[in-house]
């Protein structure tokens, strides 16, 4: 007789360890779409997927943002398109100029550069969100850190020291407010531009677990009270629930426990395309994926491979010209 645990190990594997997941089609990216993505670094892996698919994007023009508060006022920044000045930046510790508004890849010794850096990346975003078909809002965590001295929310901290700041968690209706505006500018500025809202299954555990739960399910609810209106130009991608509920397990994570690994961003992907694009997209899509392998493989083929490679783009760039 097997020992209890095999038998018990069998009859387990028997049992479904995720569950099936409807997710509604709602198509509305073509082989021609553009997008603008906003929000965490979960953003950063999809936008790269899209950008590597030959789709125009503009991805993070504030560099990676994961606060509701900051999110909206990138958003409204990019719709204003008001240039920042100097006095708008702060010399950290280690001598750099930075931006409470923006990641740290936008910071330098230079302040003059760093100013010049921003404002590039705002007059792009604003020429994009004019003409942009999709916009992407990837919330990240609704724990916030204010900046004392001007008491003002910050979308990095820059690495100056947690003294210099308040740690808070937004209420449901703060995130609602502030996303609701952040909507609103986009309508205003591209009345035609789709928008999704996703949050991001990178899990902050350096806020804590519980505090992590907290502020996911902050925004969770936020997006439940946003998606009420019947706004058939607002849709909403369950990123964090497809790691979350269909995968389910640490081998989808990177060795921090935090970060999805590249097999589950590539399921998460597989979903988004199955949920957004029409035929002609997908098309679009394989072909770009068959290029890409192509290229990496070049000096591994035959001669003849690789002219067919070259045929294989040429048409590529036939279908899909590039605007």
């Known amino acids: 007789m097997a020992p209890f645990f095999i038998v018990n190990l069998k009859e387990t594997m028997a049992v479904s360890f995720s569950i099936d997941f409807k997710i509604n089609d709602y ?26 698919s030959g789709f125009e994007i503009i991805n993070n023009p504030f560099g990676i943002l994961f606060n509701p508060i900051s999110i909206s006022n990138a958003i409204l920044k990019i719709a204003e398109n008001k240039p920042y000045k100097k006095s708008d930046l702060i010399r950290n510790h280690e001598g750099r100029y930075v931006s409470f508004d ?5 910071s330098g010794i230079d302040s003059d550069q760093v100013i010049l850096e921003i404002n590039k990346s705002l007059k792009m975003a604003h020429e994009s969100l004019k003409n942009v078909d999709c916009v992407i809002i990837t919330l990240g965590s609704a ?35 502030k ?13 035609k531009a789709n928008i999704i809202l ?19 399910a902050t925004l969770i609810l ?18 964090y629930e497809i790691v979350t509920d269909e995968l389910r397990d640490y081998r989808f994570f990177e060795s921090d426990n935090s970060h999805p690994n590249l097999l ?14 029409n035929s002609k997209a997908i098309q679009k899509l394989i072909d770009a994926e068959y290029i890409n392998k192509g290229l990496a493989h070049t000096s591994l083929h035959s001669q003849n491979a690789n002219e067919n490679l070259q045929k294989r783009i040429k048409s590529y760039l036939e279908k899909f010209p590039l605007t």
């Open 264 to 277: 589950a961003i590539d399921y998460v992907w597989k979903r988004f395309k199955e949920t957004f694009f």
């Open 102 to 106: 923006h990641h740290g890849k936008y």
């Open 27 to 52: 198509k509305i990216l073509d082989e021609k779409s553009n997008l603008l993505l906003i929000g965490s670094c979960f953003t950063e892996h999809i936008g790269n997927k899209l950008n590597n």
């Open 222 to 239: 936020a997006v439940k009270k946003l998606m009420l209106p019947n706004d058939s130009q607002l849709f909403y991608f369950p990123a």
């Open 198 to 216: 996703t949050i991001s299954p990178v899990k902050h555990l350096r806020d804590g677990v519980v505090e992590n739960q907290q502020s996911k």
């Open 143 to 177: 724990w916030i850190y204010k900046y004392i001295k001007r008491n003002y929310v910050v979308a990095n901290c820059h690495k100056i020291d947690n003294k210099e700041f308040d740690k808070e968690l937004l209420e449901v209706d703060n995130v609602v407010n």
């Open 179 to 191: 996303i609701q505006e952040a909507i609103d500018a986009i309508k205003k500025c591209n009345p």
